[in-house]
Nanobody, 119 residues
């Protein structure tokens, strides 16, 4: 089992920045990749970004490329999402998740943190 706790959400004006953090505990030795997802009002959950744990390779949804940066601190078992040039359409609950090395699915999820971008 891996436990995840997100933090860093809040209210920000359009064009502003926020940094989300996600701290992992438990069987962290099994982590091969972590990702951020979001679910906006009335929308389905969508992928935002992911990073491999060993090499730090990242990939992003087209909607956030060039504005968001995902990174990880292996020593702290923490993944970050730096969000710049925020837009009202970025408003959502943001979740971090751990990808299973066996199934490839994201099997462990945090409780989510609210990000609200005002226009």
């Amino acid at each position: 089992q891996v436990q995840l706790v997100e933090s860093g959400g809040g209210l920000v004006q359009a064009g502003g920045s926020l940094r989300l953090s996600c701290a992992a505990s438990g069987r962290t030795f099994s982590i091969v990749a972590m990702g951020w997802f979001r679910q906006g009002p009335g929308k389905e959950r969508e992928f935002v970004a992911a990073v491999t744990w060993s090499g730090g390779s990242a990939n992003y949804a087209d909607s956030v490329k060039g504005r968001f940066t995902i990174s990880r601190d292996k020593a702290e078992n923490t993944v970050y999402l730096q969000m710049n040039s925020l837009k009202p359409e970025d408003t959502a609950v943001y979740y971090c998740a751990v990808q299973s090395p066996v199934t490839g699915r994201y099997d462990y999820w945090g409780q989510g943190t609210q990000v609200t971008v005002s226009s």
